[in-house]
């Protein structure tokens, strides 16, 4: 039977009114004669206040859903089961999984300016999606976003938001059942790669724009927060039971930022590949460019180069815990691959065998060292064998890490044809960081002057100035950092954090979430105390927030990569299980793509230790 949303207006039976007023007129006549013998009036008693309405999946909840003077609803849709998920009579091929109810809303005030300007903004885009009451699970799971977020479908009257994907809201809640809603967090990009502007963030005149900064940083997220869980209490008439916040990157970022400013909001937060440490790890994206325009004369590694030395550290790498090659290293604190001691890599010019096109000269293989190093003050790298710039701890010239070895670095260190292509996110914040415009690439817009790339132009020093400058302008940068430690009001109302970082992050360094966890635990009371109710755990080979995220070893010496990885949500039903049964996330198994491969997933600061045996099964492994 076809559950029909439009069916439960609610309002007091005719039939119960009567019997009241039946009961009413009892009463009166049981004691009421006096002295002359005469029965005294029936005077009806007050008839119990009506239930509230329910919202219906129609345009009437335009009207009847007005949690605050800054939320419109803009826009509401019923899809059946089966309908093509479109706005505009246009097929996507998507259908809906099952019943149900699209909502977008908007919240102000926005940031007032010049149509077309980047940073002007109507307010906050939401998109909340209901299923049907019948199949509502009592959960509400928000999705977060990517990069500066911004994606324009989301506030769009003519396309749904993020209706495909992996995790998309509208799946969320036809498959599992909860609530879900995604949200452009005030700003909506026209460019090609939403995530990847950052220029609604200055405004016309070049000045920092802190309204946007701030419902980016974090009003967006936690008024998307508060109205999905409005509506969900008003379209099923009960308050959702739990609620959970599920995002990777950036998405990662607004998770611990719930957690540090709004701890209210959910139960449980699963944060991936957190985008944390914002200024000082998105400034340190840049470094790995800025290294090739500094010592390589601008001229930056080709992708053969690139897949050359990374394959040579997995395959130097990926026997270290099991005594023969894998495919994927397992513990990147403990490879010192050192390119410049390496002649199968170095070019015969350089004193190396290599004679092929990828072949790396001393100066190129050093660079490589730099980039897996990190950011420092003045460009310098130590020894490999003497540090790597991996863990928790920041090495004393070291302003932020590096990528792992092994791990592909076409994200941060890439370039089409023989031109640079560094990462979009990167130019735009060092632009943000020290307010020029024309620092970025072209696709940042702004009226004081658009990006030239004159990013090429900075060195070592400056872009430590960058990161510097970054770091001082959290208060008008709405702490976008979201680096507090303290998780006190977080633990205090029982809610539980479950955070995980792939060991081969194309974008974000892994040693960040460490750096970060380590700090947390100091301010909690230590390891065991923080483990309580925030747990870290580490997916070696794993990407940025899914997949693969280092290149194949050498060919005949490594198989491919094909590395145990957390199966589609798994680590999300061990952080439900955690929150509402009481089951810590241990003793976590994940297996490769042919199921060939389990390992256990270890919580940090314990790592992988190989007990003997079957390498392909998970009991041959312990945690230590």
């Not at 090495?395 to 044809?417: C, E, F, H, I, V």
Request: proline content about 8%.
């Amino acid at each position: 039977m076809r559950h029909d949303n439009r069916s439960h207006t609610r309002s007091v039976p005719p039939s119960i009114a009567l019997l009241c007023l039946a009961a009413a007129a009892a009463l009166s006549a049981c004691g009421g004669s006096g002295s002359s013998g005469t029965v005294l009036p029936i005077v009806p008693a007050a008839p119990p206040p009506a239930a509230p309405l329910a919202l219906t999946c129609d345009d009437s909840l335009k009207t009847a859903f007005k949690p605050d003077a800054n939320t419109t609803v803009r826009l509401v849709k019923q899809f059946r089961k089966g309908d093509d998920l479109n706005l505009d009579g246009k097929a996507t091929g998507t259908l809906a999984a099952s019943d149900l109810c699209m909502v977008k809303l908007n919240v102000g005030p926005g940031n007032p300016g010049p149509a077309g300007a980047p940073s002007t903004s109507p307010g906050i885009g939401i998109e909340v999606w209901l299923p049907a009451r019948a199949a509502w699970n009592q959960r509400v799971r928000v999705l977060g976003g990517g990069g500066f977020a911004g994606e324009p479908s989301i506030g769009a009257l003519d396309r749904t938001g993020s209706s495909t994907g992996l995790n998309s809201p509208a799946l969320v809640a036809g498959i599992e059942g909860s609530v879900s809603a995604v949200t452009d967090t005030g700003h909506a990009s026209s460019n090609p790669v939403a995530g990847a502007d950052g220029s609604f963030a200055m405004n016309p005149d070049g000045t920092i724009n802190t309204a946007l900064w701030t419902d980016f940083a974090s009003r967006g997220i936690h008024e998307m927060a508060v109205k999905a869980k409005a509506l969900a209490a008003g379209f099923y008439g009960a308050a959702p039971k739990y609620s959970y916040w599920d995002g990777c990157s950036t998405g990662g970022r607004q998770g611990h930022m719930q957690a540090q400013a709004n701890p209210d909001d959910f139960d449980g937060i699963l944060a991936g590949n957190s985008a944390i440490n914002w200024t000082r790890f998105i400034t340190a994206e840049l470094y790995p460019q800025v290294v090739m325009q500094r010592d390589l004369g601008g001229t930056p590694l080709t992708p053969a180069q690139a897949t050359l030395v990374s394959s040579a550290a997995v395959s130097a790498c990926d026997s270290q815990l099991t005594g023969k090659h894998e495919g994927f290293i397992s513990d990147p604190a403990a490879c010192r691959y050192d390119p410049v001691q390496d002649k199968a890599v170095l070019c015969t010019a350089s004193g190396g065998s290599n004679a092929t096109a990828a072949c790396l000269s001393t100066a190129q293989a050093q660079a490589v060292n730099k980039i897996w190093y990190g950011q420092t003050r003045d460009g310098s790298v130590p020894p490999a064998a003497a540090d790597i710039g991996y863990g928790p701890v920041l090495a004393s010239n070291q302003l932020w890490y590096g990528l792992p070895r092994g791990t592909a670095l076409s994200g941060l260190a890439g370039s089409a044809g023989g031109v640079p292509a560094p990462f979009p996110v990167a130019v735009h914040q060092v632009a943000l960081n020290l307010q020029d415009p024309t620092l970025a690439t072209p696709d940042f817009i702004n009226a004081t002057g658009n990006g030239a790339d004159r990013w090429k132009g900075l060195g070592y020093a400056q872009l430590a100035n960058a990161g510097d400058r970054g770091k001082a302008l959290q208060r008008a940068f709405a702490n976008i950092d979201t680096d507090n430690p303290d998780l006190a009001r977080f633990r205090d109302r029982g809610a539980k954090m479950l955070t995980y970082h792939g060991l081969a992050d194309q974008l974000i360094p892994n040693s960040g979430t460490a750096h970060y966890y380590e700090r947390a635990a100091g301010a909690m009371g230590g390891i065991d105390a923080l483990q309580k109710f925030y747990r870290y755990l580490e997916i070696p080979a794993m990407g940025h927030c899914l997949g693969v995220g280092s290149v194949d070893g050498l060919p005949g010496t490594s198989p491919a990569a094909n590395p145990p990885l957390p199966a589609p949500n798994q680590l999300f039903t061990a952080l439900t299980d955690w929150v509402e049964k009481g089951i810590p996330p241990e003793n976590i198994v994940l297996s490769n793509s042919d199921k060939s491969l389990a390992r256990p997933l270890c919580t940090y600061p314990k790592k992988i230790a190989y007990l003997g045996g079957d390498t392909s099964k998970a009991e041959s492994f312990a945690c230590r």
